[in-house]
């Protein structure tokens, strides 16, 4: 990949988070100047390297306050827009973390983009987006959507407005939608609440549905590789990939990994349906035709994702974070 | 059509409108309690039934100030939500009229509805949420879809949010993909325009774009009885169906027509592109396999609808509307 027709700074929400963290880390590897902006509910300033980085600004702001973050779009080249609620299940109970923090949160950052001539923008979607698909694994466009939570709704909501910047105001977009991303420095997900169920009761590990719930797991590094790509590579006003795994997991799988990691000895109980809660998509499998066509390979499976992440979290909490 | 399953108060926003004016006198020659909600931004309280009028309340309110119409809400069984910008170019320009206005609309009063346990509701989509699709006629299962104008991202964000709101509240949802409806008391609109455009200046009728922009149109009274024949049959969480004609009409032929109509002497004047405008889609044909399947057929084609509505317009400034 060569980044000369990529200069200029990076706009980066949500980078305190697991996943834009490290999308920060490589930037500024490549020396790129990146500005990010998150406000901390899910993001931990520890995730990302400390004041005084060279190249690393650091604004903690709402997306829905752009005053305060106005100032990181001048001169901005892109927008990586990662900010989001990440509990699915918390934003079934309260509408507001989706909706309100979510699409509205993602409209004022996109009219920030806007009003700055910033020339590309990358949105950080979701498989949710699909609803309960017939078809799998499920290809780009695959429709009607229909999404089963709040959380789905602000994901495709904000999959429109990108739509509609690119076509109307020229700022090129990037919609990716992600099969289940895991790596270091997770602070949900269904492997991090099993470490934590873990920790809390070592004796038994419970698992919301039947455990036959079956998704794609792909490493973070994957999913940053493949987002980089497709920013360099392609250039239609609005450029949508599907990012996941060939393979699937199925939770009683992950299950089993996570209580081996931890002695073998917990027992694992399952409370039954097919569905793990409210808004679950129990099947999610993704066709990745469109970005294999770009050269990219994940360097994990899904099951070898879950390994790695699984050894993550053991150095990560045998280091006391 | 029985309504015995149907029976409750019915809240129409958007009521004051072409299109919701014409389903609460529907509703109320039906026998049902209506309660109309509209900011009268774009509607007008003439096209309803005058004050006093058996059934029918009336609250002007904006959909974002729940305290005002959260009472028309008490013991409602259904939801017709219509209010909406309809301009489309005038979104293009100012975004927060789509956004802000329509999609956080759609959310407030969702909430208003689930909040009252309300059973059922019915959204107003458009077929514009297709973006431009590669597939003629376009069914409801077309996708990705790019919309390309923030009109269209705030009808696809409303449709995410009935989705998410069926699945995760339980609110049955209608969702229908409009072709272009037209009928009597309309304030916008391709006729609309070009009868504006002759009042001020007969000698010519200017047309954006290359006149071989193509859409289907159907009139108001087909669109209902659709809306009413789908609610009544289905059942499933949500109820997606593309309301359209099974024909289309160049606009290049509308002209033609207006200007008969206004004694044929106008000069027409393309301004040239495929495009009538940013964010314009210039070829709509929709799939109607699914409504046509519950047993709705329209009783006018695309071109008897024009022609209709032509002499409706006609008849509406003769009697000095």
Chains 1, 2 share one sequence.
């Not at 498989?127 to 939570?149: A, I, M």
Request: include cysteine; charged fraction near 25%; aromatic fraction near 10%.
């Amino acid at each position: 990949m060569n980044g000369t027709s990529h200069e200029g700074p990076v706009v980066v929400t949500g980078g305190a988070g697991a996943i834009g963290s490290y999308l920060v880390r490589e930037l500024l590897a490549a020396g790129r100047e990146v500005r990010v902006v998150d406000n901390l509910s899910g993001g931990r300033r520890a995730h990302l390297p400390p004041d005084g980085t060279e190249g690393l600004s650091f604004i903690v702001a709402d997306l829905k306050e752009p005053a305060r973050y106005a100032s990181a779009f001048d001169g901005a080249a892109e927008l990586w827009h990662f900010a989001a609620n990440t509990d699915i299940r918390k934003g079934s109970k309260d509408p507001k973390l989706d909706f309100e923090d979510g699409a509205v949160g993602t409209y004022v950052v996109l009219e920030e983009a806007r009003r700055h001539d910033v020339g590309r923008a990358v949105y950080a979607s979701s498989s949710v987006v699909y609803g309960f698909p017939s078809v799998f694994p499920t290809p780009e466009e695959y429709g009607p959507l229909e999404p089963q939570s709040p959380y789905a709704a602000a994901k495709l909501a904000g999959e429109a407005l990108f739509s509609a910047y690119a076509y109307t105001h020229g700022l090129r977009s990037y919609l990716f939608r992600f099969a289940n991303i895991i790596g270091p420095n997770m602070t949900h997900g269904v492997l991090f609440d099993f470490f934590e169920k873990l920790r809390a009761d070592p004796s038994r590990l419970e698992v919301l549905g039947d455990g036959r719930q079956s998704k794609s797991y792909l490493r973070t590094e994957d999913c940053i590789a493949a987002m980089r790509l497709a920013v360099e590579r392609c250039d239609r006003p609005v450029n949508l990939f599907n990012l996941g795994t060939a393979d699937r997991t199925p939770v009683r799988e992950i299950a089993e990994k996570v209580v081996a990691a931890h002695g073998g000895t917990a027992r694992i109980e399952f409370t039954g349906g097919s569905q793990g809660w409210v808004g679950d998509v129990p099947q999610q499998l993704l066709a990745i035709d469109r970005i294999l066509a770009l050269g990219w390979r994940p360097r994990w499976s899904s099951g070898e994702a879950i390994d790695r992440t699984i050894a993550d979290m053991i150095a990560e909490r045998r280091a006391g974070a």
